[in-house]
């Protein structure tokens, strides 16, 4: 098998979220409220849930884009909002279902893909959080971003979180490959792996891809992008999609080993003449 070196924004067919061994441990990783690695620890959770509701009409209806397993649609339901909640992980979305009839909450779970599925309309808020809207491409976002905008009331806002150029010194380029002969997050069975972590320093984006190769199956290939920005680049790109941004929170995020603490939350609107 012949492998090239990773294209900017290049898409695989196979997707971490979807994939049934690698969804399971990203849901084990979700549910670990201690650590970063798929959510936030939870007090950063809800040190944000307390930023999230100074800026939310009490009672609105909320879109959470990303809900994973309903960490933060969960906290927003108790506080009395309506939650609406998308992922495109099968294995979240079935463990938030079952917990909101554990604790009895009226939250609307929907397994879905946000780009290519409805997303409904009328909310007062929708919400992505933990830097999902950029491990987009840019053609997404701006997929996303219209549909938000037709998605929110007239006085909605839109509330996401993205890296700034921190993220770059959590990060380095390298091509590496390995054996595992048990089970590892990739694989229920011995497989080898070939990884590939590549900056595109002039789109401000780090590519990060793993191929998993394990015998008498077909290469799998699982690309995520990470984009960073500065406030002038949210500023334009919100600006060009009929948003104007409201507020700016550089300092809800701490210090963590997993990913960059160099994370500003975002709070926009509709632009009145878009």
Known sequence: MLVDELKLYHRSDCFIWTDEHISKNMLSAHLDLEGDAAS???????KTIEWLTDKIPKGGKVLDLGCGPGLYSSLLAKKGYSVTGVDISKQSISYAKNKAMEEDLQIDYRYADYIKDDVGMGYDAVICIYCDFGALTPEEQTILLKKIHCGLSDYGIFIFDVFKIGLCSKMQEYRNWYYAGKETFWCDKPHFVLEEVKHFIDYKTWGSRTIIIEE?????EFIIWDNYYTEDDIEKLLKNNGFKILSINSKLVAENEFTSNDVMFIEAKKSIHA
Request: glycine content about 8%.
């Open 40 to 46: 936030r620890n939870i007090r950063t959770i809800e």
């Open 216 to 220: 008498g199956k077909a290469p799998k």
